[in-house]
């Protein structure tokens, strides 16, 4: 649901003021992320909208100088009655440079009043920076993560021809190959290709082994980020049977691999790299400059490792960002110990 918070204004000692976003807003917070290096489509609004279809709390709070915007983030929540709750800011806090101090103190200030009236224990972030910075001193290490800390990110900038060249050999190859079988793809944001998608995705769920999100999830996603322009559904076809499928989320200069699923038939007609290629291409299109696999790893034991292994084939730069962080609020923290105590043993407590 939509927060309902009163809005209101506080001010630091340099002018620098935040306050709940409102519709008239949406335009102006969407450019300002958009255009920030590390601006996440998770602090898009139209990301906000779907969780909250998904049941979750959000709190879209900007930060200005003067009339000026210059930082913010969306507070989610999701109230979970068996266990200490917590504030997710995914993708977030962002700043213009300068304000991001006082901008950090100002956003803690009004993360510690929501917390409080939610009966959460901390907020938990995950800016897409690869350096802890300075202003995120109160902060420590989170043991879980919502966004993969480490990607791999094509560059979309130089010609194709200078694309493939950067790619290993055998994505050159499986790609070429692909084409030479007559592997077909297609895109659309038609909520038609949902089922299609979904299909592959699941399979591909059961055969790895990984958590699969329910269908459900991904009518409230597709229907939302398509209504957006955010996101669009990739297929890919070969003698009238879809083998692999892509979504495909947009957002500033990059076009991030958010989900997909291939099936195990025709296998040597290597669908998946000719959908990936073909994304690729629709993104620099587009006007974007990098293509994000999102999920990455370099460890051979890891759970991406096997999916990691076919990413790579692509080329690309590994990125490692700093993952989330807590910062605790220990007087809300004392407070949900003491009552989880009592729930588990309330003659102890007395």
């Known amino acids: 649901m939509t927060a309902t918070t ?109 917390t409080a009236k939610l009966g959460a224990i901390a907020l938990r972030i995950e800016p897409l920076l690869c350096q802890k910075p300075v202003y995120l001193e109160g902060f420590v290490r989170a043991p879980v993560e919502l966004l993969p800390s480490e990607t791999l990110l094509i560059d979309l900038r130089p010609s194709t021809a200078a ?24 895109f659309t944001t038609d909520a038609q290709a949902i089922p299609a998608f979904y299909d592959l995705f699941w399979a591909t769920v059961q055969r790895q082994q990984f958590f699969g999100e329910p269908y459900r999830f991904f ?5 939302t980020l398509f209504a957006a322009n955010m996101a669009e559904i990739g297929l890919a076809t070969w003698s009238g049977e879809t083998l692999a499928a892509v979504l495909v989320v947009y957002w500033g200069d ?31 299109r587009r ?23 076919f990413k790579r084939q692509f080329g690309g730069t590994p990125v490692t960002t700093i993952g989330a962080y807590d910062y605790f609020f220990y007087d809300q923290l004392a407070d949900t110990l003491i009552g989880l105590l009592q729930r588990v043993n309330p003659e102890n407590t007395r």
């Open 6 to 114: 009163s809005i209101h204004t506080i001010h630091s000692p340099n002018q620098l003021s935040i306050r709940l976003l409102t519709i008239d807003d949406r335009a102006d917070w969407d450019e300002f992320i958009q255009a920030l290096p590390i601006g996440c489509f998770m602090q898009s609004w139209a990301w906000a909208d779907f969780k909250e279809q998904e049941g979750y709390q959000t709190f879209r709070y900007g930060l200005f100088a003067q009339a000026r915007l210059v930082g913010g983030c969306i507070f989610y929540y999701y109230p979970q009655h068996s266990s200490a709750n917590l504030l997710f800011a995914p993708g977030a806090p962002c700043f213009l440079p300068g304000f991001e101090r006082s901008g950090m103190t100002l956003l803690i200030a009004q993360a510690r009043e929501l």
């Open 163 to 186: 694309i493939l060249s950067a790619m290993k050999p055998k994505g050159r190859y499986n790609i070429r190959l692909s084409q030479r079988h007559g592997v077909e793809t297609h």
């Open 254 to 284: 990059r076009a991030t691999y958010l989900y997909g699923g291939r099936s195990n038939n025709h296998a040597h007609v290597m669908a998946s790299y000719g959908l990936h290629w073909a994304a690729m291409q629709r993104a620099k």
């Open 287 to 309: 006007g974007c400059g990098i293509y994000d696999f999102y999920g990455y790893t370099s460890i051979p034991t890891h759970n991406y490792a096997k999916f990691s292994q």
């Open 219 to 223: 009518i409230n996603l597709c229907q």
